[in-house]
């Protein structure tokens, strides 16, 4: 009896030592935001409003938040995001403007396997709802055309964190595309006072890659000067839509320029764990 309480009470010591070992071993998830702007040039076809194609410029606000998911912080990412955009497209006689304004907000998770030297593939599904207007001024009759949207999207992403000298750096390639959903569009030639005096019928649409083609391209480079962080890149957005003989076709090609930065957020009471904490980041 006293060999087996014995046993008892070492095995016990032992469970104990393992959980405090564990409860030392805190993680820390970093926030990582970034703020960028967009500038560069626009080709849009809008049937709706005109039958020509319209070429122009133009420019976005983008907010970007990532972070290590809490349940899984080493395999699965946060991704929080919203762009804001601006175009300003001309016709070719170039005497009359098609502007297009839009909002984009979207959030979804990514799992990511590490791989090589540096390297991290992510893969994984978002959610997005887009909502905006094309304004057309010399389409009298009906001058504008409203984009509304909500999607589900297959996502993915090639990550490499390496050095150029001492300067860390982060190559990132990024890509989305809805593989369904809804989306709003009128009939041909419908007015908009025809939907507003209770014309309804067939206004939401189900989308899929065949009437809602939307490719989301994104290339960033990270410059790691300590706390701040220069963010470059490059984005090509395409998008292809079809519905009710209405066609939307819009490229964009823009330079992308911001700073980022990775903060934590901190209890008011820190543990005495923090010195030894694991620091996961959602992309460095």
């Given at each position: ?7 008892i009470g070492t095995a016990i ?55 290590a998911m809490r349940f899984s ?212």
């Amino acid at each position: 009896m006293r060999a087996l309480s014995k046993a008892i009470g070492t095995a016990i010591i032992m469970v104990a030592a393992s959980v405090s070992a564990m409860a030392q071993t805190a993680v820390e998830r970093p926030v990582l935001s970034a703020y960028t702007i967009e500038a560069g040039s626009a080709h849009i076809a809008e049937t709706y409003l005109s039958p020509l194609k319209y070429k122009g410029w133009s420019t976005a606000l983008n907010y970007e938040r990532m972070q290590a998911m809490r349940f899984s912080p080493e395999r699965w990412v946060m991704r929080l995001r919203g762009r804001l955009n601006l175009s300003r497209t001309q016709n070719p006689a170039r005497n009359a403007s098609m502007w297009d304004l839009g909002l984009d907000l979207g959030w979804g998770m990514m799992h990511r396997w590490r791989f090589g030297q540096g390297w991290t593939v992510m893969a994984g599904g978002s959610t997005d709802i887009d909502g905006g207007v094309l304004y057309n001024a010399r389409n009298g009759n009906n001058p504008a055309a409203a984009k509304i949207s909500w999607t589900v999207n297959a996502s993915a992403a090639l990550v490499y964190n390496g050095h150029m000298g001492r300067l860390p750096f982060c190559a990132r390639y990024q890509a989305e595309m809805p593989l369904t959903g809804i989306f709003f569009s009128p009939e041909y030639g419908e007015l908009y006072y025809e939907i507003y005096l209770g014309n309804h019928k067939g206004l939401v649409r189900g989308a899929w890659p065949g009437n809602f083609f939307r490719l989301d391209n994104l290339a960033t480079v990270d410059l790691r000067f300590g706390r701040t962080i220069l963010r470059l890149g490059y984005r090509c957005g395409i998008f292809s839509g079809k519905a009710s003989h209405i066609v939307t076709r819009k490229i964009s090609h823009s330079a992308v320029v911001g700073i980022a930065s990775e903060w934590l957020s901190l209890s008011a009471k820190p543990s005495q764990n923090m010195r030894e904490a694991k620091i996961i980041s959602a992309l460095y």
